[in-house]
Antibody
Framework: QVQLVQSGAEVKKPGASVKVSCKAS????????INWVRQATGQGLEWMGW????????VYAPKFQDRVTMTRDTSVSTAYMEVSSLRSEDTAVYYC????????????WGQGTLVTVSS | DIQMTQSPASLSASVGDRVTITCRAS??????LNWYQQKPGKAPKLLMY???TLQSGVPSRFSGSGSGTDFTLTISSLQPEDFATYYC?????????FGQGTKLEIK
């Protein structure tokens, strides 16, 4: 069965960076895009960007272009998302999600990783 | 960026009711419109993609329609497990924006 398992919760200080991992299993990792979506407490979903695990190509939402880096390690079927220069408003649950080919709908999601930014 | 606007923001309904949620895009997105259901503390779940294609395993009481800029998600007969927040998302172009959500509550 398809699973995306994310790394555990993080607490960071303002200005620091955080790197969240997303390990895929149950399918061919390089055959589907990985998207990242975040959700602040009590708020809606915010799409951050996607990565093609086969080529490594990335597309970021303009809001995150300067602070987010998406990478992957195909040998362990794992995607990573790093956010730098963290600020309090980055406190949120971060989700990875698999994108259906061609239609880009997000059919499987990780369990989410809470990142708390606090001094 | 394409803006996605959902209405209503919240909705109270009873078990057995038929409910419709609307999503409007700020420009044409053909049928690249997806719907998700999210329950508290859980990851979103894909219900529908390309506006009207039911994701595998989703009950047939859910249906979707629309193209261009106007879309609807309909639940034909609400069940207790359907009370949740619903989001639309466009996947026509990046950034693949979400609507602000519609919270469906029990009346």
């Amino acid at each position: 069965q398809v699973q995306l398992v994310q790394s555990g919760a993080e607490v960071k200080k303002p200005g620091a960076s955080v790197k969240v991992s997303c390990k895929a299993s149950g399918y061919t990792f390089t055959s589907y895009d990985i998207n990242w979506v975040r959700q602040a407490t009590g708020q809606g979903l915010e799409w951050m960007g996607w990565m093609n695990p086969y080529s490594g190509r990335t597309v970021y939402a303009p809001k995150f272009q300067d602070r987010v880096t998406m990478t992957r390690d195909t040998s362990v079927s794992t995607a990573y998302m790093e956010v730098s220069s963290l600020r309090s408003e980055d406190t949120a649950v971060y989700y990875c999600a698999r994108g259906l080919t061609r239609v880009a709908a997000l059919d499987y999601w990780g369990q989410g990783t809470l990142v708390t930014v606090s001094s | 960026d394409i803006q996605m606007t959902q209405s209503p923001a919240s909705l109270s309904a009873s078990v057995g009711d038929r409910v419709t949620i609307t999503c409007r895009a700020s420009q044409s997105i053909s049928t690249y419109l997806n719907w998700y259901q999210q329950k508290p503390g859980k990851a979103p779940k894909l219900l529908m993609y390309t506006a009207s294609t039911l994701q595998s395993g989703v009950p047939s009481r859910f249906s979707g329609s629309g193209s261009g800029t106007d879309f609807t998600l309909t639940i034909s007969s609400l069940q207790p497990e359907d009370f949740a927040t619903y989001y639309c998302q466009q996947s026509d172009s990046a950034p693949r924006t979400f609507g602000q959500g519609t919270k469906l509550e029990i009346k």
